[in-house]
C-alpha cells in the first residue's frame, strides 16, 4: 500500500465487448478516483455501463484498454490468478443475485473468503459469528442458502463481504431485489461500516442508497456525466431507518 494513495484510481477505463462480431462500447474512457474511506454511489440508466465499470474496478471483468490502481499499485496488468490473490485480500463483493454457495451452510459462506485470505481457522470463526450475531443470523448459521428469505440471503451475502474486513467494499444493486424492510436493514448496516472507515463504491438504482453516499457518479452511454459530492445535510443519516446495528472491526 501506497501512503496516501487512493484506494481506486481509473484511467480512461475502455471496455468494449463484441457481439456477433460488432464491437459494442459499454465504458468509454472512464476517470475515477476513490479516497479511503469515501463512500461512491454510481447511478445512471440501464445499459449505461454501470455493472461493468465496477466488475472491472474488481478484476472480475477484464477492461479493453485503460488502468486500474489499487492503492497505488497497478492492477489492471495482473493474471488471474494475481486478481484472484487481490480480491481475497482487499475486496469484499455484494451482488444483487446473492452468489452464495448452494451447498455450503451459511456459517461456511460467510466464514469462506477469510480462510481464503489466509486468516487461521479460529479467528475466522469468530469474525462469522460476531457479523451473523450483529445481523440476526445466529440462529441461522446452520441453514442453507435455499433455506433463507431473499433479504436474509443478502445479509448473509454482505457479511461474507465484510468477513476479511477488506480495504474496498464493491457493490451492485444490493438492494435490487429486497423489500422496503429488508433494504432498510442493509442500508443501516452500509452506513454504520462506512461511518467506521469503509471504503465503498456501490451501483444502485435507488436515490435513497445514493442519499448515503458522499458522491454519486452518474454515467450515461459508458461516460460519466456528473461526479458531485453531496452536502451532509442532504445526506440521510445512517440510522434514520431505526436502531443501527454495531460492527466493529
Do not use: C
Not at 14 to 34: E, S
Not at 70 to 84: M, N, P, Q, V
Not at 157 to 165: E, G, K, P, S, W
Request: net charge neutral.
Amino acid at each position: 500500500m501506497t501512503a496516501d494513495a487512493p484506494v481506486v484510481r481509473a484511467v480512461n477505463l475502455v471496455k468494449i465487448y463484441q457481439t456477433g462480431g460488432l464491437p459494442v462500447p459499454a465504458v468509454r474512457g472512464v476517470d475515477l478516483t476513490v479516497e479511503a474511506g469515501e463512500f461512491v454511489a454510481i447511478m445512471g440508466p440501464s445499459g449505461s455501463g454501470k455493472s461493468t465499470l465496477v466488475h472491472m474496478l474488481g478484476g472480475l471483468d477484464t477492461r479493453t484498454s485503460g488502468e486500474i490502481w489499487l492503492d497505488g499499485k497497478r492492477a489492471d496488468t495482473l493474471s488471474e490468478s494475481g486478481w484472484a490473490v487481490l480480491r481475497r485480500e482487499k475486496i469484499g463483493f455484494v451482488f444483487q443475485f446473492f452468489n452464495l454457495v448452494a451447498n455450503m451452510t451459511v456459517a461456511d459462506n460467510v466464514e469462506l473468503p477469510a480462510l481464503l485470505g489466509g486468516v487461521p481457522p479460529r479467528q475466522a470463526r469468530e469474525r462469522r459469528e460476531y457479523l451473523l450475531g450483529e445481523l440476526g443470523l445466529a440462529d441461522r448459521a446452520e441453514a442453507s442458502p435455499a433455506q433463507l428469505s431473499g433479504g436474509e440471503q443478502q445479509r448473509v451475502a454482505l457479511a461474507r463481504a465484510l468477513a476479511n474486513q477488506p480495504r474496498l467494499l464493491l457493490a451492485d444493486e444490493p438492494t435490487g431485489n429486497l423489500d422496503s424492510r429488508n433494504t432498510r436493514d442493509v442500508l443501516r448496516l452500509l452506513g454504520k461500516v462506512h461511518g467506521q472507515g469503509q471504503t465503498i463504491v456501490l451501483v444502485t438504482h435507488d436515490a435513497r442508497v445514493a442519499s448515503m453516499a458522499d458522491r454519486v457518479v452518474s454515467l450515461l452511454d459508458g461516460q460519466i456525466v456528473d461526479d458531485g459530492a453531496i452536502p451532509k445535510s442532504r445526506r440521510r443519516p445512517s440510522g434514520a431507518a431505526g436502531d443501527v446495528v454495531e460492527l466493529r472491526s
